[in-house]
């Protein structure tokens, strides 16, 4: 067999690994790991259940993490039939910002007994948004002080990023922030433990943190500013040490080959993002071409030759996606996790019971329906916010919006408007940039949508009026991971010395396109222009309507959880 390495995707609800030939590409062996404890946004596991979590928190647990390197590394490579003397490499990327505090030596806070009951103990996943007032505070300080980097971010850092997330720690549980004598990204958490080397990445520092190749990370002035307590983060529970993706982070430990059945010493690559990971694996490392990584929420990425200013963008780092280009990144906090909420809290148990009789997923039944209508027929027109806005309006205290419903209305009409509300945030994300000056040629799409629902790929195709390719692999992220991994072997391994080199052999496209359909465009232009009315209405201050309810739902909550 030729030599192959391993990619492993750390998503939100579970994690995923790829065994992929370094010759061409071919994925050998795949396996997922489902996560035991999921997401953790109403009570912490048992046997600590009665520990009841305020609004606006999502916790994971690391022990799903470990079981994921566990279970699924030896099951891809076992589907793959190959065997550890088979493997030059791995590599890992994880959605960001996900963040833990641990001890010196790695130990994750929430396996300390005395503070499994601590919630600030675990993990912080990606759309926790409770940080929401420690990043309105990151923002006005910053302002304040005429922070140079802020422009980098668009203008406003999001609750979903690193340091709201610390600085939340601090202010709400001291104690667990003393104990903390390191706070990391779950990315490097992993790495860690795959190596025994605490190894900082520069993607989700770069994106995720606020820290720059050139400028480093900001001021212990501006730090000290947030909170006294606060000034010394960087130096006393961070590094400034970052390493450039695409570089080895050491050899496995004898631990970990022990955890995964891979051999001690197989090169390790620093960890990554799982969207901007994807890029290489989709092709999509050219100036021009946004690569849509969509799933549960959609991130874009985007390379380009020039720094521009994006209002609303969720950053641009140098060499952040591929070295010798600046990446760009923007992002909706909710796409496919807005489709599993309508189907699993507002449809009919009848639909259900269709595509049970049908042996479908009720997607499917859904699809099929949503299919037969024209666009503009359900007079329905949606916000997608119902996890917030990430791009462009960063703001967690968003609430989704469905506007038109009669007695009339149908699920199926339903479905349709949600799916149309996010490729119209897709288009709001894609007109910003271009009013920039960063131009956007061909898009790309990978994730797990693009391959499942063909329908929501058309409409998005029709609202963009451009052509969508898709990614060969449904696995992007992983293969992407498997990609940095063949680069941290090196071509002595049996790797590659470059990410281009890499991604040339062991990346690809698939054969479907998505073309515009030129009627469809012409209605959803207008529809658009109402959605980006009720975008801008509710979005930048001339109705607080959303706010004012999220502020009157987070009372009313907290009163009930104090009296129960």
Known sequence: MSPVTIGVDFGTESARAVVVDCANGAERGTAVFAYRNGVIDERLPAPNSDVVLEPDWALQDPADYLGALQRAV???????????????????????????PTTADGTPLCFVDDLRREPHAWVKLWKHHAAQPEADLVNAVAAELGEPWLDRYGGKISSEWFFPKALQILREAPHVYDRAERLVEAADWIVWQLTGVETRNSCTAGYKAMWSK???????TYFAALDPRFADVVDTRMTRTITPIGRSAGGLSQAAATLTGLNPGTAVAV???????????????????MLMIMGTSTCHILVGTHEAIVGGMCGVVEDGVVPGFLGYEAGQSAVGDIFAWFTERCLPPGYHDSAAAKGVDVHTVLMEQAAALRPGESGLVALDWWNGNRSVLVDAELRGLLLGMTLATRPAEIYRALIEATAFGTRTIV????????????????GGLPFRNPLLMQIYADVLGREIAVASSAQTPALGSAIFAAVAAGSA????????AAAARMGGRGATAF????DAHEVYDELFAEYSRLHDLFGR???????????I??????TRLVRS
């Open 493 to 500: 391994a049996g790797g590659f010395d470059t990410i281009d």
């Open 214 to 220: 050139e400028a480093g990370f900001p001021s212990e």
């Open 541 to 551: 201050g001339g109705n607080d309507a959303m706010r004012r309810l999220a502020g």
């Open 515 to 518: 073309v515009p359909d030129a």
């Open 74 to 100: 030896p099951e891809a490579l076992a589907a793959a039939g190959a065997t550890a003397d088979d493997v030059i490499g791995i590599g890992i990327d994880f959605t960001a910002c996900t963040m833990l």
């Open 553 to 558: 739902s987070r009372r009313a909550r907290e």
């Open 271 to 289: 960890a990554n993002v799982d969207a901007h990971v994807s890029a290489p694996a989709a092709l999509a490392t050219e100036p021009g071409t």
């Open 431 to 446: 007109e910003a940039f271009e009013a920039a000056g960063v131009e956007v040629t061909d898009l790309v799409a990978c």
